[in-house]
């Protein structure tokens, strides 16, 4: 199922939900929760993801939901959420190699 839904692009959508609403808990907490189950185990999914730009979505997500006003015990299970999926992308080397070329 996990192949047929990277084939459909909802890593794409998934990744382009949370660059576009950031600061939208429930759009943020759903789509890294699909991210994270996805992603876990699925180096594919996990480099498609960076490919999207994935990384770059879940800290922009992390930065605006981690602010002292937002400390509340829904934020840290959303951070919890954000975590996890970054987490899984980063795990995927594809990650680490575009990382690496952005600075050399």
Request: aromatic share 2%; net charge neutral; with cysteine.
């Amino acid at each position: 199922q996990k192949r047929q839904l990277l084939e459909a692009g909802i890593v794409t959508v998934l990744v382009n939900a949370i660059r576009t609403y950031p600061t939208e808990s429930g759009v943020c907490l759903q789509a890294a929760a699909a991210l994270h189950i996805l992603g876990e185990r699925a180096p594919p999914v996990a480099m498609e993801a960076c490919n999207a730009g994935g990384v770059e979505a879940l800290l922009a997500a992390i930065k605006c939901h981690s602010s002292e006003e937002e400390q509340a015990a829904d934020s840290t299970g959303l951070l919890d959420h954000l975590l996890l999926a970054l987490r899984c992308i980063v795990s995927s080397p594809c990650s680490l190699s575009r990382f690496r070329k952005k600075r050399g």
